[in-house]
T-cell receptor, first 119, second 113 residues
Framework: AQKITQTQPGMFVQEKEAVTLDCTYD???????LFWYKQPSSGEMIFLIY??????QNATEGRYSLNFQKARKSANLVISASQLGDSAMYFC????????????????FGKGTKLSVIP | SAVISQKPSRDICQRGTSLTIQCQVD?????MFWYRQQPGQSLTLIAT?????????ESGFVIDKFPISRPNLTFSTLTVSNMSPEDSSIYLC??????????FGPGTRLTVT
C-alpha cells in the first residue's frame, strides 16, 4: 500500500518569492514515480512535474523543481518566483512503476495544499 | 502529452436519474481511469477502464452504480446511476500513454438535487 502525506493545508506566499510545498510518502515498492499536480478553482488537474525513484537528479520544469530526498521519503515541490496565477490547490501523488495486476497502477494522492499568492 | 476532453463539463441532475460522462483522448493510450473528487477532498479512484473487457473497480465502488465502457483505446464513458445528493462531486477521467506521464481531463462537475 502507498500513502502520501501533505501536512500543510494552506500556505501563503508573497508574489515573486519562492515557496516549498511539503510531501512525504510511504511505500514498499522498489520502483515508483512521484507526481505533482495543480488544481485551480476551475477543477482541472494540471500535471506539473514527475520524479522517478531511480532518477539521480532532481526534476525541474521551468519554475517548478522537485526536491527529492529518497532516504527521508520526501518529494517537496519548490515554486520559484511565485505568480498570482499560481494560487491553487497542489496535490502530491505517487504510483508504482511496474504493473503488477489490476488496481496496482493507480495514483495515490495526498490531501492537497492550498497555495495563495499575495500581491 | 495527451489532451483529454470530457462532456458534459457540468450538470445539475435530479435524484434518482442517471448521467453518462464521456471522455475522449486525442491519442491512443494504454490505460484510462475514472476518479471522483468530493467537495473539499482529494481524488479517489473509482475504476480502471479496460479496453474490450469489464472495468476493474476499487473497493467501495460497484458496477451497478458506476457502469463504465471503453470500446477503444481513445474513448471511455462513466455512468453515475440512480443518483443521490451524495454523488455530487467532480468526476475526472485520466489517461496514461507509453511514458510515465498521467494526464487528466477538465472534469465534470455534478450537482444532484
Amino acid at each position: 500500500a502507498q500513502k502520501i502525506t501533505q501536512t500543510q493545508p494552506g500556505m501563503f506566499v508573497q508574489e515573486k518569492e519562492a515557496v516549498t510545498l511539503d510531501c512525504t510518502y510511504d511505500t514498499s515498492d522498489q520502483s515508483y514515480g512521484l507526481f505533482w499536480y495543480k488544481q485551480p478553482s476551475s477543477g482541472e488537474m494540471i500535471f506539473l512535474i514527475y520524479q522517478g525513484s531511480y532518477d539521480e537528479q532532481n526534476a525541474t520544469e521551468g519554475r517548478y523543481s522537485l526536491n527529492f530526498q529518497k532516504a527521508r521519503k520526501s518529494a517537496n515541490l519548490v515554486i520559484s518566483a511565485s505568480q498570482l496565477g499560481d494560487s491553487a490547490m497542489y496535490f502530491c501523488a505517487m504510483r508504482p512503476v511496474e504493473y503488477s495486476g489490476a488496481g496496482s497502477y493507480q495514483l495515490t494522492f495526498g490531501k492537497g495544499t492550498k497555495l495563495s499568492v499575495i500581491p | 502529452s495527451a489532451v483529454i476532453s470530457q462532456k458534459p463539463s457540468r450538470d445539475i441532475c435530479q435524484r434518482g436519474t442517471s448521467l453518462t460522462i464521456q471522455c475522449q483522448v486525442d491519442s491512443q493510450v494504454t490505460m484510462m481511469f475514472w476518479y471522483r473528487q468530493q467537495p473539499g477532498q482529494s481524488l479517489t479512484l473509482i475504476a480502471t477502464a479496460n479496453q474490450g473487457s469489464e472495468a476493474t473497480y476499487e473497493s467501495g465502488f460497484v458496477i451497478d452504480k458506476f457502469p463504465i465502457s471503453r470500446p477503444n483505446l481513445t474513448f471511455s464513458t462513466l455512468t453515475v446511476s440512480n443518483m443521490s445528493p451524495e454523488d455530487s462531486s467532480i468526476y475526472l477521467c485520466s489517461a496514461q500513454g507509453a511514458s510515465y506521464e498521467q494526464y487528466f481531463g477538465p472534469g465534470t462537475r455534478l450537482t444532484v438535487t
